[in-house]
């Protein structure tokens, strides 16, 4: 897929005020610092789509922008950051959870993990959650290239390992991806192409 067009819509923190639009969504969503912002970015060919801070939790409202004028990526807020005050952290969890359990148009959650370190109880948590709730997710591994190939490989190989050891059946779908080379951009885009395309007419 080549995007041609993405345009910001609309921030909120209530799922009742998201676009009316029936068009597939696709939400990011990772811990605080995870480089969502950066990945969002390089995947659109935008430097400033998504604002990109040195400091964490600077996402804090869902924001809707539509690509190629025909889905939507949603960027939400990121998750345990300990520095967000107990009240506003209650706040997010539950415009968080109420997008996910009530917005009908989404199709897919990509959870962001820093490919460079070891499953965080946070992260399985949330995934957990995801699985209980019957939300489709992949995850997407970032910073790809602070490692090289082959300790990239190893990492994610033992990071599925703790999931399908501990929880899961088998391991979700998964993308290896840099925001500094680009590297997983085709595969990811691709994998959000193929979705569309079988959804047509479908929600």
């Not at 193929?194 to 479908?202: A, K, P, R, T």
Request: hydrophobic fraction near 35%; proline fraction near 4%; charge should be positive.
């Amino acid at each position: 897929m080549e995007i041609k067009s993405a345009d910001f819509i609309v921030s909120n923190t209530d799922v009742a005020k998201c676009p009316k639009e029936v068009l597939p969504e696709y939400a990011f969503i990772g811990r605080s610092n995870v480089g969502k912002s950066s990945l969002i970015n390089m995947l659109t060919e935008r430097k400033h789509l998504a604002k990109v801070s040195g400091k964490p939790g600077k996402t804090q409202l869902i924001n809707h922008f539509k690509i190629n004028q025909n889905w939507f990526l949603v960027d939400l807020p990121g998750y345990g950051y300990a520095k967000v005050s107990k009240s506003i952290k209650k706040t997010f969890q539950k415009f968080i959870t109420n997008y996910f359990e009530k917005r009908k148009q989404l199709v897919s959650a990509f959870v962001l993990v820093d490919i460079r370190h070891e499953p965080q109880k946070i992260d399985m948590d949330f995934m957990e959650w995801l699985g209980e709730n019957q939300i489709p997710f992949s995850i997407i591994f970032t910073k790809a290239d602070k490692l090289k190939p082959n300790a990239a490989q190893r990492n994610v190989e033992q990071y599925l390992n703790v999931m399908t050891t501990e929880l899961w059946e088998e391991a979700p779908n998964y993308f290896i991806t840099s925001s500094t080379n680009g590297s997983g951009k085709d595969e990811l885009l691709d994998y959000i192409d193929l979705i569309n395309n079988q959804l047509q007419g479908q929600l």
